[in-house]
């Protein structure tokens, strides 16, 4: 197994009250796989991403739990070991490049500084490194003279991923990598992300799009209002999903050929300095009963793992 998450907390402390963003969650990806991350805006999807790789800023602080990678406990780690951490072993691609892209500075020069960062290897040759990655997501070599406002957005998420994998990570987050960008793009990028994973890489999707997801993922997590409430095989979660959430997400995916109605889920995710008491999901669930009004367990099912009430044992 190459990462595990126990019982991760991250929570932000305001005015308001302190916002759950990541409450008690476990979750683990084995070396070569591809899991998915799935909910709607605001269930705690990055900040799980970001707390992983541990980028979380005050007034975000992660307040207990385990993020084991490779045998290490990554929360135990000092900055300075945590800095090796970060695109040597772990790559991450963030949600907008163009916010995580200096925007002074040429795109090779980006990339060069990041490869030497990690690796002894001079100018000369992180540049040709540079070159061979922008070939590898599509971009010519020459784009290494642009600047950032000078490429498409899918070209600058392009660049992103060239950046991230140029480390050879052994972990690659993506972030919403697929955000606002044309289908034809969108499927390459996604063709690029499953070929490193044939390359023995392992890949954590975070992406609000289930179809995406089940198409090309072998594990799906599905968040909720901080909370996994559900984590299983993708065929298994898509074809039988276990909480009323997951079944409902499925529901409201719109469907090319209309051959089934489109069911948008009522009402709206809660708000985590005030969630409801007892399971969040509780106001929009239509199988909500007594029990509910108490914070559910997690239930394992022969390693379908599952928080509802309706699979207590």
Known sequence: MLLRVENLKT???????????????????????????????GCGKSTLAYSIIRLISPPGRIVGGKVLFDGRDLLTLSEKEMRKVRGKEIGMIFQDPMTSLDPLEKIGDQMVETIREHVKVSKDEALEIAKEMLEKVGLPA???????????????????????????????????PTTALDVIVQEKIMDLLESMKKEGRSIML???DFALASERSDKIAVMYAGWLVEFGR????????????SKALIDSVPDLWMDKEIKPIPGFPPDLANP????????????????????????DLEGRIVKCWRYEV
């Open 11 to 41: 929570y932000f402390h305001s005015k308001r009250g302190v916002v759950r963003a990541v409450d008690n969650v476990s979750l683990n990806i084995d070396r070569g796989e591809f899991v998915s991350i799935v909910g709607e805006s």
């Open 276 to 299: 409801p008491k007892g399971c969040r999901f509780r106001p929009r669930c239509p199988f909500a009963d007594e029990r509910c009004k108490k914070e559910p367990p997690t239930v």
């Open 142 to 176: 020459n784009r290494i003279n642009y600047y950032p406002h000078q490429l498409s957005g899918g070209q600058r998420q392009r660049v992103m991923i060239a950046m991230a994998i140029s480390l050879n990570p052994k972990l690659l987050i993506a972030d919403e």
């Open 234 to 245: 993708a065929k298994d979660l898509v074809n039988d999903p276990l909480h009323p959430y």
């Open 206 to 208: 975070i992406t609000h």
